[in-house]
């Protein structure tokens, strides 16, 4: 996920909440004086008014009161969590939260249903968001520490199909509006944006340091160089479904067009697909140009369209 997120600022009267949530629990005040559970977390009782509360832990079940999907990501740093599944959940003390559902599938969402917490740590300083899932459900913890996310799907596999680079027509068939499946997904984290800022001498802030970026920057926190998400793609997995043989030598002979369309957030998966744009004869040999795109995942617009060249010759 985008480390970029907005992120909840705890304050003297919440901390408690988050602190708990860090630890794997929810806390929420009861009233001393009337028996009330309060949330949000206030000085005073909201029903009796007393200032006679304190925290207590509960268990976290409850019901889920109402939610909704939205497929439209309000920053690209959420555009990796399409659809998201926000909800309502009455607990069973009788307070209610906002939060989101995890683990579920659309159709497996009813109001009504019986819901748990999941405590779901969302950054390697552990800061942790209260969801919800469904009774029966095991949601895996989340990991920061691997960089690359499993292979290619098994929908994406596609059968290996060799065609000699002297079939013009086969080469020709190729050419197609349609693109293929999605490739395996790849995490551009921080430490990966800082590496190559090394490496490159490309250390504008807008890469290297989150915290003018939070306060300054345009995306609400540090982005990716271009030039790294064109790089990575050596490391995204696209299933082509075919193989061209019976060339001496392949080169990467450079780029049509080369765009950034939109932003990578630190700490996104991306993706890539591609399609043959066109293959030609040219005096050297057969130029087969490949239009890859590359994109957050969950995100409808590329953040990078390179339409690549490969001469066999």
């Known amino acids: 996920m985008s480390t970029n997120k907005p992120m909840p600022v705890p304050t003297e009267i919440s901390a408690p909440f988050w602190d708990g949530l860090k630890a794997g629990r929810l806390s929420l005040q009861r009233c001393n004086s009337c028996g009330h559970w309060i949330f949000f977390p206030r000085?005073?009782?909201?029903?009796?008014w007393s200032h006679d509360v304190e925290w207590r832990e509960v268990a976290g079940t409850g019901t889920l009161y109402t939610y909704t999907l939205t497929r439209i990501p309000t920053l690209p740093d959420f555009a990796d969590e399409m659809p998201q599944k926000m909800a309502v959940v009455e607990l069973d003390e009788g307070v209610r939260i906002n939060t989101t559902l995890v683990g579920l599938a659309e159709d497996e969402i009813a109001v009504g249903m019986r819901v748990k917490p999941?405590?779901?740590?969302?950054?390697?300083d552990g800061t942790t968001l209260l969801r919800f899932t469904g009774l029966d459900k095991t949601v895996a913890p989340r990991s920061f520490d691997e960089p690359e996310a499993a292979a290619v799907?098994?929908?994406?596999?596609v059968p290996m199909r060799q065609i000699p680079v002297g079939d013009e027509a086969a080469l020709q068939a190729l050419v197609s509006d349609e693109f293929t499946p999605w490739s395996n997904?790849?995490?551009?984290?921080?430490?990966?944006?800082?590496?190559?800022?090394r490496l490159s001498g490309d250390d504008y802030w807008i890469h290297t340091d989150p915290e003018k970026a939070r306060k300054q920057g345009p995306f609400g926190g540090t982005i990716a160089h271009g030039a790294l998400v064109q790089v990575l793609q050596s490391r995204l997995k696209i299933p082509l479904g075919f193989e061209v043989t019976g060339f001496t030598n392949m080169v990467n002979y450079g780029s049509d067009r080369l765009r950034f369309p939109s932003p990578v957030p630190a700490g996104a998966r991306i993706?890539?697909?591609?399609?043959?744009?066109?293959?030609?004869k040219v005096r050297s040999g057969t130029q087969l140009t490949l239009e890859v795109n590359i994109h957050v995942v969950g995100a409808e617009r590329p953040s990078v369209i390179n339409d690549l060249v490969i001469l066999y010759m």
């Not at 997904?185 to 800022?197: C, M, N």
Request: with cysteine; glycine share 0%; charged share 40%.
């Open 43 to 48: 000085r005073h009782c909201d029903k009796c």
């Open 185 to 197: 997904q790849i995490v551009v984290d921080q430490a990966l944006i800082d590496e190559f800022a």
């Open 118 to 124: 999941v405590f779901d740590k969302v950054k390697p």
């Open 271 to 280: 993706h890539a697909r591609a399609r043959v744009k066109r293959v030609e």
């Open 153 to 157: 799907p098994e929908e994406a596999a």
